[in-house]
């Protein structure tokens, strides 16, 4: 089983910057793609940016030029750095991992982002 704990969320005001963690723990030998998808209310959950364990990076239109998603494999820790941020970003941002074919979830940490 995969454990995944995130960290890092917060209010912040528009413009601003923060970085989510999520670190890894349990059965990971052979984690595979981590990344963070968020879910905004009314709305359904979507990526927003994903890496392999080779480091091959892949975002959200909405999010290009702004987020860097990045990962210490030592650390089984997943990191995104979010600045510029905006209204529309806010949302429960939740980490995911794939373990042989199988996707797990973090329980969410919550972003606001005021105007």
Known sequence: QVQLVESG???????????LS?????SIFGLNYMGWYRQAPGKQRE???????????????SVKGRFTISRDNAKNT??????????????????????????HWGQGTQVIVSS
């Open 9 to 19: 969320g917060g209010l912040v005001q528009a413009g601003g910057s923060l970085r």
């Open 78 to 103: 997943v990191y995104l750095q979010m600045n510029s941020l905006k209204p529309d970003d806010t949302a429960a941002y939740y980490c995911t991992a794939v373990h042989f074919g199988r996707r």
């Open 47 to 61: 990526l927003v940016a994903d890496i392999s364990s080779g480091g091959s990076a892949n975002y959200a239109d």
């Open 22 to 26: 999520c670190a890894a723990s349990g």
